[in-house]
């Protein structure tokens, strides 16, 4: 019975249990990545859904427009190259529907892909984005993610490790731990570099979304109010078709830029938070709860 081998057994163990510490770090950073592709997966399929629902709204603005226009040229108001220009722009939005449908579809598959089930099967998600990123200056995030990030409590554990490996190798006469342990922290430099990108690219992105969240918003608004007095104007014969089609254009972009902003906005806080390690989310107001019921009840 070996009663005393200068600590090198307790070290193994010890040495051991460490490497159990860290693969347990290992397996929950795992799962916070699977939760970051799945939202990201998630978030596509809603910007997909919402270029389609933003398509076939503007088919419908665009036929109701050739309807007026045909009347009109019917009553010698207009000539036929307003109904041509009103047709043409059916056919565009048209094609822009189609496309946006196969979006949805390949967005559908991804996410299916992601969750580990057939790319086939028709899986419907349910709009939920009643929260926003909270806004947080880059110091405090890289704080959180030292706090919190598994990586770094790895590295922890993985320096403890190496210096009850040096305890093990010293008792047992073996002076190469040093070669190693030096690789080890050089990994570990980069790993520190890597993660410091990846909090400040994501405090970056969600102030970007934040900011195109505003304006997008009042964009919306403009634009929407725009095509409604285009349209009475060119019932009274004061304006052109090509006024009303530009109008429907704008709106139409106005409202992909916001949804978009909504989305990268949702997006950007999931990978803000995948960086940090936890959660960092602030309510929605009443008001934006309001228009998300609004939506959900109209589609």
């Known amino acids: 019975m070996t009663l005393w081998d200068f600590g090198r057994t307790l070290g193994t163990y010890r040495q051991a249990t460490l490497g159990r510490q860290v693969a347990s770090l290992m397996v929950e ?66 094609q822009a529907l189609i496309k946006a449908a196969h979006a949805v579809e390949l967005a559908t598959s991804a996410f299916n892909s992601v969750l580990g089930i ?47 490996s040096l305890a093990v190798a010293k008792a047992g006469f073996l002076p190469r731990i040093y070669v190693a342990g030096g690789y080890n922290r050089l990994d570990d430099d980069f790993l520190l570099h890597k993660d410091a990108l990846q909090v400040r690219s994501a405090v970056l992105d969600v102030t970007d979304a934040r900011g195109r969240l505003a ?12 095509l409604r007095l285009m349209n009475n104007k060119y019932r009274q014969n004061v304006s052109s078709s090509t006024d009303v089609i530009d109008a429907e254009v704008a709106l139409a972009k106005a409202r992909t830029n916001y949804y978009a902003a909504v989305y990268d906005c949702s997006a950007a806080g999931a990978r803000l938070e995948a960086a940090v390690g936890r959660d960092i989310r602030e309510p929605a107001g009443p008001q934006e709860k309001e228009k998300q019921r609004d939506e959900r009840s109209a589609e």
């Open 29 to 94: 950073r795992a799962r916070q990545q699977v939760r970051l592709q799945v939202a990201e997966a998630y978030f596509d399929i809603l910007r997909a859904r919402r270029a389609r629902a933003i398509a076939a709204e503007s088919l419908g603005q665009a036929e109701a427009h050739l309807k007026a226009v045909v009347r009109f040229e019917g009553q010698g108001l207009v000539d036929r190259n307003d109904v041509l220009q009103a047709e043409l722009r059916v056919a565009e939005v048209r």
């Open 118 to 164: 057939n790319v086939n099967r028709k899986t419907e998600v349910v709009e939920v984005t009643g929260t926003r990123p909270t806004a947080i200056e880059l110091r405090e995030a890289l704080e959180l993610a030292v706090a919190n990030r598994p990586e770094f409590k790895v590295i922890e554990k993985s320096i403890e490790a190496q210096e009850r």
């Open 215 to 226: 304006v997008g918003e009042k964009a919306v608004a403009q634009a929407d109010e725009n």
